[in-house]
């Protein structure tokens, strides 16, 4: 049998880590599945997209900066996707339509609360930016049923739209939104849903967020422990966890949607945390 085309598409893209995640998912499951990375310009996304499935692609992950594009691209979005805005995965139904999905909030739930045992259920959450990243994530978190959620952002404005925009997925949750610098009281779980821990900068916030029971989730991910969880473990975090597991669990959820196994993840987080 031959190997059917997927691929990672974004801009840069060289150091993504997604072709060896799914390259050893192909390897574990026997799945006939080969991987690649493609740049695509900055003004060429659309043409990639098209190119790639022309050519016979099965289905495609998408990062940075197109996750937005490949939303508007699609012709039908996944339930998860549609209020998120944005798409980290595309591929084309049986009648030849590109789907788009978004697993990233599948992915940190799963990550947090299977990997890490994390309790979300009853919790109080402060998740911090209202960007993509973080929009992409509401939704499966909401389904968590959190006693509250807080979105904290420089903006606050952008915060209240983001909380406006879930409200009728929040259920029971109370959810609310705020500036950085609102919050003073502790959270069962803080989550960095913003870049700034890549650049070295934190935001403004009061530490009074941490106590020691607070966990703390930053979404990206380094060889060394994140600027933003080293702020945490200093004062008082009980645990920190970057966002590798994130990464390597939305890979699964894409992995599911496009061959119908879901394969096996601590192996390979794991794999990348001793590289």
């Known amino acids: ?14 150091h993504s880590k997604s072709p060896r995640i799914h390259s050893v998912f192909a390897s574990q499951t026997g799945e006939p599945v080969e991987y690649t990375a493609i740049q695509a310009p900055l003004d060429g996304f659309a043409e990639t997209v098209h190119r790639f499935f022309r050519k ?48 990233d909030g599948q992915g940190l ?16 959450i402060l998740i911090l930016g209202a960007g993509g990243a973080v929009r ?21 404005a952008k915060a209240n739209a983001l909380a406006a925009l879930f409200a009728d997925e929040a259920g029971t949750t109370q959810l609310s939104a705020c500036g950085f610098d609102e919050p003073d009281q502790p959270f069962d779980v803080v989550i960095n849903g913003t870049s700034a821990s890549l650049q070295g900068d934190l935001p403004p916030l009061n530490a009074g967020i941490i106590s020691a029971d607070t966990v ?17 473990l200093d004062n008082g975090a009980v645990r920190v966890v970057d966002g590798l597991g994130m990464l390597v669990e939305q890979a ?24």
């Open 1 to 14: 049998m031959s190997n059917e085309l997927y691929a990672v598409v974004g801009h840069p893209i060289s």
């Open 109 to 124: 739930v799963q990550d947090l609360s299977v990997n890490h045992g994390v309790q979300l259920k009853n919790a109080r």
């Open 216 to 232: 703390v989730y930053d979404m990206m991910y380094s060889l060394q422990t994140t600027t933003f969880n080293q702020w945490a």
């Open 56 to 103: 016979g692609g099965k289905g495609l992950n998408v990062t940075v900066p197109f996750k937005e594009q490949a939303w508007q691209l699609a012709d039908q979005r996944a339930d998860r996707a549609e209020k998120a805005g944005a798409a980290n995965t595309l591929y084309l139904n049986d009648q030849g339509l590109l789907v788009a999905d978004n697993t």
């Open 252 to 275: 699964a959820e894409s992995f599911r949607i496009w061959r119908g196994v879901r394969p096996e993840t601590i192996p390979v987080i794991e794999m990348l945390r001793n590289d």
């Open 136 to 156: 992409g994530v509401l939704g499966p978190l909401l389904a968590q049923e959190p006693a509250s959620l807080t979105i904290a952002n420089r903006t606050e």
